[in-house]
């Protein structure tokens, strides 16, 4: 696993938590990037299936696309444990809010605020939920799409992405995104991206669903697969130039 | 109502089912001087009668702005509801703070309603002894609400509670269908009107009342004297009777149709707030 030096037991209280085994020290079971886009119905999401375990990709049916009350979408990449208690969180809030019964309704802006204020809130007592989220969605024709991450960063944006994600799909997006995109342009547009990162990000598994949240409502795809290509001469004949090797 | 000996604790039911200490506390938001409220679809207004308790001294400040799109005008221990206006400032504030989004009215209401229980219900309490109206702006459109001492709330199309609301209601309960269609210029002239009922003939200007309101991309504002003297010239100068027929015709020029009235106003005293 990490390795992180472990120091002697910090005898102040100034940290905040009162057993250092009570804090999140560094993740164990991780998802990677995740990625959302508006598009002219409302938001599109994608995510891939894996949970790793450090360096070993365990867990291949982790569902990281989850929806809040009935507005929202919510995607996280980071901690699974994490992104579990918040998910309890959310239903919680969702629920408390549907018990009101008077025609109000948390919408994704109020949930990406009350998800900032949690993550920073913990960020502050040295405690984090190690995640970065991304949240969207749409309320009223009004669409909306953010991000949140462990440390309490949070913004909007007509795309997002976490991890990976910002480094090799937000480029692409950056030249590729326009308003009005059909949903058929839009999930060929995250298909795009998700391809990039099969093949470049380590953690990436090729199985992943789409999440898509309009005015009518949520869908989340079935899981499937992106179709790779692999028949380069470099990899057919990969020892070819180098002395010596077989 | 008449002393009784089951009128000392709040705790104390009496054995027709009554909280008498409850009903004394409504008795006080009776004793404080008018405040009145209207909406319509788009706008809430509140108005409220400055009752000064000598000439040397100022008014008590009866309307509070809580949030850009609640505002609030009180009747009868003023010092509760500076309290209780803090108390919905505050709940405002942190919804805000951590949603971005303003507090939808209704839910106020219910927390204000649901702290007043408290107090209707411990020993080493007392309730409230202050009437709000409740005006504000949400999704579902604009709402007016008034909560009791009692603890209860209810929502409403227009009311008037205070010293002399009687009058008021009345003025209102002949008017209040038009106003959900009304335009906001014609809410505040009918505010006016509804508040010179309580006034019972002594001279209406704009240091004795005060006026507010709120509305779809108009956050709560108290109208400046000025503002008000003009309002209530411009009504004065047509004639006594409030203009005849608001629902169809909008800002409809209240002067054409008085002219042709031409009728006695009628100064007779409203009946009385017993």
Same mark, same amino acid.
């Given at each position: ?77 980071? =901690? ?67 991000? !949140?991450?462990?440390?309490? !960063?949070?913004? =909007? ?85 180098? =002395?010596?090797?077989? | ?49 400055? +009752?000064?308790?000598?000439?040397? @001294?100022?008014?008590? +400040?009866?309307?509070? +702005? ?29 919804? @805000? ?80 269908? @038009? ?9 505040? +002239? ?16 704009? @240091? ?67």
């Amino acid at each position: 696993m990490m390795h992180l030096a472990d120091s002697a037991p910090v005898t102040n209280n100034l940290l905040g938590s009162e057993a250092d085994s009570q804090r999140t020290m560094y993740p164990y079971v991780t998802g990677t990037s995740v990625i959302g886009i508006k598009y002219k119905d409302g938001i599109l999401f994608a995510a891939d299936m894996g949970g790793s375990y450090g360096s070993t990709l365990r867990y291949k049916s982790v569902e990281r696309l989850k929806s809040v009350g009935k507005h929202s979408v919510i995607g996280a990449s980071g =901690e699974i444990s994490d992104f579990q208690e918040i998910m309890r969180y959310l239903d919680e809030l969702i629920l408390y809010d549907n018990m009101w019964d008077d025609g109000n309704s948390l919408g994704p802006k109020q949930v990406h605020n009350y998800l900032t204020r949690v993550m920073y809130n913990r960020r502050n007592m040295f405690n984090p939920l190690w995640n970065s989220l991304v949240l969207g969605g749409i309320k009223n024709g009004q669409k909306y799409l953010g991000t !949140v991450s462990m440390i309490g !960063v949070n913004y =909007e944006d007509d795309h997002v992405a976490t991890g990976f994600g910002n480094h090799l799909a937000r480029p692409i997006l950056r030249d590729e995104w326009h308003e009005n995109l059909t949903y058929e342009e839009g999930v060929k547009l995250l298909e795009k991206c998700m391809r990039v990162l099969l093949y470049r990000d380590r953690s990436a598994v090729n199985k992943l669903q789409i999440a898509k949240i309009t005015d009518e409502g949520f869908t989340l795809s079935e899981p499937y697969s992106l179709k790779t290509f692999w028949d380069f001469n470099a990899f057919n004949n990969p020892t070819l130039g180098a =002395e010596g090797s077989w | 109502m008449f002393r009784n000996q089951y009128d000392t604790d709040v705790t104390t039911w009496s054995p027709a089912g009554r909280l008498f200490q409850v009903e004394y506390a409504m008795e006080a938001v009776k004793q404080g001087s008018a405040a009145i409220g209207l909406r319509s679809k788009t706008h809430v207004v509140l108005a409220s009668v400055n +009752k000064a308790s000598s000439e040397l @001294s100022s008014h008590q +400040k009866k309307i509070f +702005k809580v949030d850009d799109h609640i505002g609030v005008a009180i009747a009868g221990l003023t010092a509760d509801g500076r309290v209780l206006s803090r108390y919905m400032r505050n709940e405002c504030i942190n919804y @805000s703070y951590t949603y971005e989004s303003p507090l939808p009215v209704g839910r106020l209401v219910v927390q204000l309603a649901d702290k007043a229980q408290v107090c209707t219900q411990r020993s080493w309490k007392r309730p409230y002894g202050v009437g709000l109206l409740v005006g504000g702006l949400d999704e579902s459109g604009a709402h007016l609400y008034y909560n009791c001492p009692s603890g209860n709330y209810f929502e409403y199309q227009a009311f008037a509670i205070g010293s002399r609301s009687q009058a008021a209601k009345t003025y209102l309960e002949r008017k209040f269908e @038009s106003f959900m269609d009304s335009s906001r210029e014609n809410l505040i +002239k009918d505010a006016l009107f509804a508040l010179r009922e309580t006034l019972q003939g002594e001279k209406m200007t704009s @240091s004795i009342c005060t006026i507010s309101i709120l509305g779809a991309g108009e956050a709560f504002h108290v109208l400046d004297q000025e503002t008000v003297q003009r309002l209530i010239n411009e009504f004065e100068i047509v004639g006594e009777e409030p203009p005849a027929d608001e629902a169809a015709a909008p800002d409809a020029e209240a002067a054409a149709e008085a002219a042709t009235e031409g009728a006695a106003p009628d100064q007779g005293a409203a009946p009385m707030d017993i």
